[in-house]
């Protein structure tokens, strides 16, 4: 890979912030996601309504939330509700995407945030599910930002938290979630994934700029689907860096 | 309804729907009395060895913080806690061995700040037992099950997972779709504690701000206790009636303890202090730390008074203030 003059999280958010079709309702956890989606909001698609699971329903985010349910989540909101509320929301129909972090994902977009190693004696203990089970089964895309290696992109998860298409098509519909529900894309360090339609398999969409589809291969441990033409996505613009670093996350939580 | 499959976690804090209404007429206050009280009190009073616990709030967000350092103090022991997106409260209640059992719906973490020292080297060292696993909005749901009186509430989360499999829902089919479809049974804490905005000396409480889910809360737990800002004249709650979240018929005990969410976040009032949970995540990262920790900021202190002048005072509140209405920029060590 060369050497770039940006970090891979400002190329992160830049991608993901594209991802998003204006007036669209997105459910998101605090940090990259929702760096990712103030950044859409000031620059492609100024009419996205943000929601978090603790009860903000579009908030004019002053600065970037810490915690999920700080008051920076409800800053000039519309609303000031509860998960109850949120939730049902989603369950409903309503929210169009949901943002998800994960530790490992499978080539089905089943995720991991529980543990690393076995259940009852783990090597790591993540957190847990949290609200991303319910964003993952209720919201109508999802959209996964994480890292991107062979210990992260596994063939089997130590863990299944949170359902991707599961064990395949229909596999969703037969365990009762929603229909039409399911992982849309999932954003690397080294690119944006997306999902066979007739496999539900993942499939590579686009490589940033100086990443190789052989270093995308490399990187992850079950076997990815490559189309013959592969995107590029675009560099961060000086503006959208900007942004990033002055009016998103001025405390530099996130964008170091 | 026919069972499909069923999670194996353990059933806590369910109980019979009928049990529960005569566990209400017996024991729950119907009549308006002055419950005010102290901390010390309150805690004593109401928290059992070996009880169910839930926080209000949400980790760092609105939780009666006095109360979990008082829970430490009077070295509660084999609480059960509810994880419902528990990050501080958690971390603080597990490594200090008040708690020794949970169910985990978010735990161990301090979201953007990282993982937990502390909780996450008692879980990995098999020093407390994780009883099972559950999302947000099935403990939430579990709540509201609770809330209406109900003995489970359908939902359409966690299906097809592993957390369903090491929580305590069944799956079952719906008899109107034909679908499967997510039953989470109801859950009955033993005890609560919510940091309400204000409150009358009844325990008529308002909350500013998301009310995450203590609105089902507050009516699940048996025993609920309010800690709040401020103890309010019985006619600031009657000229907004709509603005109350929580009935009296529902609280135990009624605490004034201003700052009482330190160090987490008071909508409207104060922000996180970054630099105190930045200080416990740095020296929880060893047994001996989290002790020191503990030592300084809970034994060596009489109450939650002297817990705020050591912390920095009125002058550190003024300055939570301001980074709360956005006059000061927020700074946190382990962001450095």
């Avoid at chain 2, 353990?10 to 206050?29: F, S, T, V, Y």
Wanted: hydrophobic share 40%; with cysteine.
């Amino acid at each position: 890979m060369q050497k770039q003059a940006f970090s891979t999280v400002e190329q992160m958010a830049s991608a993901t912030s594209k991802l998003i079709e204006d007036g669209a309702t997105v459910l998101t956890g605090s940090g990259l996601p929702m760096i990712a989606m103030a950044l859409a909001i000031r620059t492609r698609t100024p009419n996205v309504t943000i929601i978090f699971e603790a009860g903000g329903i579009a908030p004019q985010i002053p600065v970037l939330p810490i915690s999920v349910s700080d008051s920076r989540t409800f800053y000039k909101a519309v609303m000031a509700t509860s998960l109850d509320s949120v939730m049902s929301t989603a369950q409903q129909g309503y929210v169009d995407y949901g943002m998800l972090g994960a530790a490992q994902i499978d080539m089905y977009g089943n995720i991991n945030t529980t543990v690393i190693g076995p259940y009852d004696r783990p090597k790591a203990r993540l957190p847990g599910s949290g609200g991303g089970n319910d964003v993952g089964s209720l919201c109508w895309k999802t959209i996964i930002i994480m890292q991107q290696d062979r210990k992260r992109f596994v063939k089997k998860l130590d863990f299944l938290t949170t359902p991707g298409y599961l064990n395949g098509p229909g596999a969703r519909e037969r365990a009762g979630l929603p229909e039409g529900t399911g992982p849309y894309r999932v954003v690397t360090q080294l690119g944006v994934l997306g999902f066979d339609e007739s496999t539900k398999r993942m499939m590579l969409l686009a490589v940033h700029p100086g990443v190789s589809v052989e270093d995308v291969k490399a990187n992850t441990d079950f076997d990815l689907i490559v189309p013959h033409e592969v995107d590029m996505t675009s560099l961060p613009t000086a503006e959208e860096i900007r942004l990033l670093h002055k009016e998103i996350d001025p405390s530099h939580f996130v964008i170091r | 309804m026919d069972v499909v499959l069923k999670g194996e976690g353990p059933l806590l804090g369910w109980h019979d729907p009928d049990e529960q209404r005569k566990w209400i007429r017996a024991n729950k206050p119907r009549r308006m009395t002055d419950k005010r009280m102290e901390l010390k009190q309150a805690v004593s009073k109401f928290v059992s060895d070996g009880d169910l616990l839930a926080m209000g709030g949400f980790g760092h967000v609105r939780v009666s913080m006095a109360a979990i350092y008082e829970m430490i103090r009077q070295k509660k022991r084999n609480i059960t806690l509810s994880g419902k997106t528990a990050t501080h409260d958690c971390d603080l209640l597990v490594s200090s061995g008040v708690v020794s059992r949970i169910e985990v719906a978010y735990s161990f973490g301090h979201e953007l700040r990282g993982l937990s020292p502390a909780s996450r080297r008692m879980v990995e060292q098999g020093r407390i037992q994780v009883l099972g696993e559950i999302s947000n909005a099935g403990v939430q749901w579990r709540f509201k099950a609770a809330a209406m009186g109900l003995p489970f509430m359908p939902a359409r989360v966690m299906l097809g997972t592993e957390t369903f499999a090491k929580s305590s829902s069944l799956v079952v089919k719906d008899p109107f779709s034909g679908k499967n479809l997510l039953l989470v049974p109801a859950c009955y804490p033993d005890v609560s504690f919510v940091h309400a905005h204000r409150c009358d000396r009844f325990g008529n409480s308002q909350i500013d701000g998301v009310s995450i889910m203590d609105w089902d809360l507050a009516r699940a737990a048996r025993r609920l206790i309010i800690t709040t800002e401020k103890v309010v004249d019985d006619d600031v709650i009657r000229s907004e009636p709509s603005k109350t979240m929580i009935p009296f018929f529902c609280a135990d005990a009624v605490v004034e303890v201003p700052y009482g969410s330190h160090p987490a976040n008071m909508p409207f009032l104060y922000y996180s202090d970054e630099e105190h949970i930045g200080e416990w995540l740095k020296t929880s990262k060893t047994d001996a730390g989290t002790e020191m920790y503990f030592q300084k900021y809970v034994h060596d202190v009489k109450g939650f008074d002297e817990y705020i002048e050591l912390v920095g005072g009125k002058k550190k509140m003024e300055n939570l203030r301001d980074i709360e209405l956005l006059k000061a920029q927020t700074t946190a060590p382990w962001a450095e």
